[in-house]
């Protein structure tokens, strides 16, 4: 076990930690909730409190040392060393306070850069250290920064950015400042080569270093409670005079505020971070060892469209969630739309399918009613078709495939969504997704409703399960409309076309998958198995095109519907066997009232002598 002396030098940073009188005198303990500190395993390993889970500063180097593999960080552009432009004093030189901050930490400035493997996935890694004047961002942080971002670039490695600062450093005045646009662009030529950047966002991290580099990153993760933002809360309630809300500023806040994806412990860091690059590293990719004739086809059920309707709105019909689930061993759930929100009618993030990395976007109606009512039954506000986008480039810059699981009765339509631009939203989903340089494929599990489903269905591959609906509107509000009653419902379902056959044979969609016999609810297990094989059949095929293929036939096949396309020519060959079958019914008609010739010769006529008999 260490003794206080080593506990607080490994550490480091005495003043954030308490003293408390204990049985062998004096020992640490945590500041938030005074629990001592000193036999801890978890504090020794990870600066975590096992009590109450507070995240303990950390210096850089140690950080990095949590998360990459054993011996395998090569520390680069490590001589750079800060100087005074401005000769800025206050109560101390800027030059004492350089001194100071590097005989405290024994770095030469506030940033640490390198290069690193975690889980085998080779990397470049950056760590600020708040015990260096704050973590404060000034020329050569800013400096060692971009070059992180460059030799990430040149070596095509994802970039991961440990950061905790409190923003830029004043001392260098203007030149502190600019480094924001520095980091900045240097992380959009990352961005560019399409390689992973990924930010791990500790409490502070504030100011200049939040408000460039580390939000640009494609993932965004925090930790528990981080106190995180542009300006401090203190800083708000002295210059405005506002009362901040309980918890503003936190990571928590921040993710229900939709600017980050996730919040992970310290601990399970290391683990987050190994299946994230393995997941983003592209290694495997969908093979068919035979191209098999498939029948898409499905006997038209002898269920009328209404029980249909009933079946795909059914309380135990498989949700999202549940697919995901099954058909996908590993998945990693992203969160936020970057502006506002992060919306839980809409799930989404990077999967594991047939072993192969897949974007998931999916409509999640919940289950029960208070899981139904967490999930606003499935109706995203724009906020959620904002983040379902946001997911559909990245899976872009990746070159991931895209999946859609579509599950709505329809996007929320209330006035917060109208203010907040939901006619807009969905538009730009429909126009984006149009042009995404990717594979994908739409599959609809359950209700697809109007404009919220077509939205998340603008795809290669258009699938529906046997006992799905697909609808410009719900057969109640059709009657509501048409009739002023939505009991009429019942009868305009037939009229819809709503249910899989007739979606096919409209040529909205492009096949449909079987489900266990009586439906989906019946068996999860079998569902999302005939779920998955058509998935994974239907990405083998559109991985042997190029991506100016996709997007030539994507548009094309969109560009048909509504022309006299194969409903409507089925529609006539249906007319034409129907007009030709009376036709022969009638000729054997008249064959049948035809005088018959007999033996000798013709029967006499019943209709008298021919014109010139006499």
Known sequence: MKNLSELLTSFRTPHKYELVAGAHGLQVACPECG?????????????????????????????????????????????????????????????QRLKEAQRKTGLTDAVVTGLCKIGGNPAVILALDFDFLGGSMGSVVGEKVALAFELAAKKKMPAIALAT??????????????????????????????????????????GGVYASFASLADIIIA???????????????????????????????????????????????????LVLLDLLSQRYRLTAKRKDAVDDSIARSERTPWSTVQLARHHERPTSLDYIGRMMPTFVELHGDRLFGDDPAVVGGLADLGGETVMVVAQERGRGEEGQKARHFGRAMPEGYRKSLRLMQLAAKFRLPVVTLVDTPGANGGFEAE?????????????????????????????????????????????????????????????????????????????????????KLLGVIDAVIPEPEGGAH?????????????????????????????????????????????????????????????????????????????????????????????
Not at 185 to 192: E, F, G, K, P, Y
Not at 233 to 245: D, M
């Open 522 to 614: 019946l068996d999860h297990d079998q569902a999302a198995w005939h779920l998955k094989t058509a998935l994974l059949r239907n990405l083998v095929e559109l991985q042997a095109l190029s991506t100016n293929k996709l997007l030539r036939n994507r548009y094309a096949k969109f560009r048909r519907m509504g022309e006299i396309g194969s409903y409507y020519r089925e529609a006539v060959m249906r007319e034409l066997s129907q007009l030709q079958e009376y036709l022969t019914h009638r000729l054997d008609d008249i064959r049948d009232h035809l005088p018959r010739r007999t033996d000798g010769g013709a029967e006499p006529s019943e209709r008298g002598p021919a014109v010139g008999e006499s």
């Open 35 to 95: 629990k001592s500190l000193t036999d801890s395993q978890s504090y020794q390993s990870y600066g975590l409190c096992d009590n109450c889970r507070h995240h303990l500063p950390v210096p850089a180097r140690r950080r990095i040392e949590m998360v990459v593999d054993p011996k395998s960080f090569r520390e680069v552009n490590n001589s750079l060393v800060s100087v005074d432009p401005l000769s800025f004093s206050d109560r101390m030189s800027y030059r």
């Open 223 to 273: 930790e528990p409670r981080a106190v995180i933002g542009f300006n401090g809360p203190r800083v708000i309630e002295q210059t405005t005079g506002e009362k901040l809300p309980e918890g503003s500023h936190t990571a928590e806040f921040l993710l229900t505020h939709g600017m980050i994806d996730r919040i992970v412990d310290r601990a399970k860091l290391r683990d987050t971070l």
């Open 419 to 503: 203010t907040r631009g939901i006619a807009s939203t969905l538009s730009r989903c429909m126009a984006e997704m149009s042009v995404l340089p990717t594979q994908t494929i739409a599959a609809v599990i359950g209700e697809g409703g109007s404009g919220g489903a077509l939205a998340l269905a603008v795809a290669d591959r258009v699938l529906m399960l046997e006992n799905a609906i697909y609808s410009v509107i719900a057969p109640e509000g059709a009657g509501a409309i048409l009739y002023r009653d939505a009991g009429k419902a019942q009868d305009l379902a037939a009229s819809l076309r709503l249910t899989a056959p007739d979606c």
């Open 165 to 206: 600062s409190g923003g830029a450093r004043m001392q260098e005045g203007m030149l502190s400042l600019v480094q924001m646009a520095k980091t900045a662009a240097a992380a959009q030529r990352l961005h560019a080569a399409g390689l992973p950047f990924i930010s791990v966002l500790s409490s502070p991290t504030m």
